[in-house]
């Protein structure tokens, strides 16, 4: 076969997965994984089936999918072969994201630069694999574009989202678990609205995530403020009343970093199980990680089904395509499917970001930006291990997207975030992230949009600012 070779082994084909998708993920992935290089010609499609004893239909499904696909083409009479698939990715039009930060009177004002957490570098985003799924998806099921076949998302990208999850983090759901939500933000103000009791009362962790803090104390809701010790945030205190809902980041504390220990894991599931109460994993940036294994998440952990897991692509693509989902207990699908009656995002995005997964283009970014971050994390950690003024807020945290380092002498981190925005750069003092305690002085750095020489720029003009306001 004549330029054309299959993979060592091919993949296994799972339960449910016909003959011809299973032929044209192998194919594709050869192609994209650049094992087939353009021009390749494909074997004719009697020889092929053979070859695989399968049937020839099957082996002609494939191809034409392929085809319209824009991975191959064939002129009338002559053979498949690898199309050319165009422009390298890197769109050097992408700039790094700016950051807002509000000025004196109160407007939004935008910054050149930002150290504000969580904003992956969105100039390493794959336009090219985007668009063809953009595309494909135009060209082979454009009503998905314009209306939503199912309240709770797309169909594509729910079973995209099972495999993903079971892939990476080793959960096991079933599609009709999963809901497509608006990101993980209108994930949680969904559980809030749906969990709802009388009175409500919140388990947040402190310090933890502003916006949900915000939006509870728009809600008027009652809230119990759960700290950190070493094994991560603690359980709510025995006696007082207790939370209907505590929310939780388990795989990467947030702001301060660290996973959880699998003992208080263990612990959140008993209380759940004894008070009625529910858990919220808040699972928002862990496919970050980078030394060891993943940490599965928590709720593969809990056999009582009382956690609801939260996911997000607005660390892995970008905080503005709006674009999460949430995996609900079974228990409580009804009671969501009777109150959701129109989907939550925008369908637009949905079955290109499911054909973009299923096309295996997700893991390769996600592959691919983690390869990126590492090295950046690596050159911030190492800018920040010289300046004598700071200690990292946990030491080997080795996930997430942004760093929280504590200033030793306790200067005013507020002042020093003013003193970077004159020099045009975001950035998050750590002291807001506190409620009601003796805060701590620091900074939450987000590192991921900017390239190894950004940083060594950033991190001089931060150490500027440091000695200034002493
Ligand atoms: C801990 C945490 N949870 C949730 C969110 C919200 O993410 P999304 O953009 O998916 O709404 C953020 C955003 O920064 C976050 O830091």
Excluded at 234 to 263: C, D, E, F, K, R
Excluded at 264 to 284: A, F, M, P, Q, V
Excluded at 286 to 304: K, W
Aim: charged share 25%; net charge neutral; with cysteine.
């Amino acid at each position: 076969m004549n330029g054309f070779s299959f993979p060592a082994r091919l993949s296994d084909r799972h339960k449910g997965v016909t003959i011809v998708s299973w032929l044209t993920d192998n194919l594709r992935n050869q192609i994209t994984t650049g094992r087939l290089i353009p021009g390749t010609v494909f074997p004719a499609t009697r020889l092929l089936a053979s070859e695989l004893g399968i049937s020839r239909s099957s082996v002609v499904q494939s191809y034409d999918q392929l085809v319209a696909e824009g991975y191959l083409s064939a002129r009338q009479g002559s053979a498949f072969r690898v199309s050319e698939l165009g422009l390298a990715d890197y769109p050097e039009y992408l700039k790094p994201k700016k950051s807002f930060a509000l000025n004196a009177d109160g407007n939004q004002e935008l910054l050149k630069l930002s150290l504000v957490p969580g904003q992956p570098d969105q100039r390493l985003f794959p336009a090219r694999k985007w668009g063809m799924a953009v595309s494909r998806v135009a060209r082979l099921s454009p009503d998905s574009l314009l209306y939503g076949e199912d309240p709770f998302g797309d169909p594509v990208l729910r079973n995209a989202i099972v495999e993903h999850l079971a892939e990476w983090r080793g959960v096991d759901v079933v599609s009709e678990q999963v809901l497509v939500s608006a990101g993980s933000a209108d994930g949680l103000q969904l559980c809030i609205e749906m969990l709802g009791a009388d009175p409500m009362m919140l388990g947040l962790e402190n310090p933890g995530y502003i916006g949900l803090r915000r939006h509870a104390e728009r809600l008027n809701l009652k809230m119990q403020w759960l700290s950190r010790d070493e094994c991560g945030t603690v359980l709510p205190a025995n006696g007082a009343s207790q939370p209907n809902l505590v929310v939780l980041t388990p795989s990467n504390h947030y702001p301060l970093g660290g996973a959880m220990t699998l003992n208080r894991r263990l612990e959140y599931i008993n209380w759940s199980r004894e008070t009625g109460g529910w858990i919220i994993e808040d699972d928002y940036d862990s496919e970050y990680r980078f030394a060891g294994h993943p940490i599965p998440a928590m709720i593969g952990l809990d056999d009582q089904g009382r956690t609801i897991y939260l996911g997000t692509f607005s660390k892995t693509i970008s905080t503005d395509l709006r674009l999460g989902f949430m995996v609900i207990p079974i228990s409580l699908v009804n009671q969501f499917r009777k109150k959701i009656t129109a989907s939550r995002t925008s369908v637009i995005a949905q079955r290109p970001m499911g054909e973009f997964m299923r096309a295996g283009d997700y893991h390769r970014h996600i592959r691919r930006t983690r390869r990126h971050y590492a090295e950046r994390r690596d050159a911030l950690e190492l800018r920040l291990n010289e300046m004598d003024d700071l200690t990292f807020a946990t030491p080997h945290a080795n996930t997430g997207m942004q760093v929280a380092v504590l200033l030793n002498r306790q200067q005013n981190d507020k002042l020093i975030v003013e003193k970077l925005k004159e020099q045009g750069i975001g950035a998050v003092p750590l002291s807001d992230f506190f409620v009601n305690e003796k805060s701590t002085s620091g900074l939450l750095i987000g590192y991921c949009a900017h390239t190894v020489e950004e940083i060594g720029d950033l991190m001089m003009k931060f150490q500027d600012c440091l000695r200034d306001s002493q």
